[in-house]
């Protein structure tokens, strides 16, 4: 079965600072990876996402991630965070085995951006 | 661009009431959408797989006969909580895939449900 591990419920960073968000996943096969936002009440706005090749992706507002199979991890990174950036991360992982597009989310960080 | 659109965006309900929730993909065609299930301060859960022209496909632990869900057309999959109860309340999202992509999704802005 596959899941998806954030050991971080909270976070809290300065604006400016740098960020990285864990994410350790378990799957059968070459996963696809995932990273979502979401802002208050609103639905998931995909950041990036990891399918193969280059195993570290770029992604919307500056973000980044990259995959790394020995340590089943897809840490998100981001070298000077914004206040809007603080939102709840989501990491996801989906692939063949799980119907395609079945994704399966971890639990989310809380990122808190102090001023 | 492609998107999902779902609505309402948030609704209150009396319990022993059926609420219907809609996800629609605007410019592209959806054969499948999902529901999730997300509880306050926790993580997206699936709750089915909606299927146009056909029954959907039910999660372990979810009643089907509680979660009716109804596709359609190939823009339309509809979810009504029926006899509703407080416990029903949280935020619904559905998605439906990106086409062209393997396992790419978009979502959409998400149901609040409130049972009072």
């Known amino acids: 079965a596959q899941s998806v591990t954030q050991p971080d419920i909270h976070i809290t960073v300065s604006e400016g600072a740098s960020l990285e968000l864990r994410c350790n996943y378990s799957y059968g096969a070459t996963p696809y990876l995932f990273w979502y936002v979401q802002s208050p009440g609103q639905g998931l706005q995909l950041l990036l996402k990891y399918f193969s090749g280059d195993t570290l992706v770029q992604g919307i507002k500056g973000f980044e991630a990259e995959f790394k199979r020995s340590q089943s991890s897809f840490n998100l990174r981001k070298p000077s965070v914004h206040w809007s950036d603080a939102a709840e991360y989501f990491c996801?992982?989906?692939?063949?085995?799980?119907?395609?597009?079945?994704?399966?989310f971890g639990t989310g960080t809380q990122l808190k951006v102090e001023l | 661009g492609a998107v999902v659109s779902q609505h309402p965006s948030w609704v209150i309900c009396k319990s022993g009431t059926s609420v219907k929730i809609e996800c629609r993909s605007l410019d592209f065609q959806a054969t499948t959408m999902f529901w999730y299930r997300q509880f306050p301060k926790q993580s997206l859960m699936l709750m089915a797989t909606?299927?146009?022209?056909?029954?959907?496909?039910?999660e372990q632990g979810v009643e089907k006969d509680k979660f009716l869900i109804n596709h359609a057309s190939l823009t339309l999959s509809t979810l009504t909580v029926t006899s509703a109860h407080p416990e029903d309340s949280s935020f619904y999202i559905c998605?439906?895939?990106?086409?062209?992509?393997?396992?790419?999704?978009?979502f959409g802005q998400g149901t609040r449900l409130t049972v009072v």
């Open positions: 909606s299927n146009e022209g056909s029954k959907a496909t039910y």
């Open positions: 996801a992982v989906g692939g063949p085995t799980g119907g395609g597009n079945k994704l399966t």
């Open positions: 998605s439906a895939p990106k086409p062209g992509t393997v396992a790419e999704a978009f």
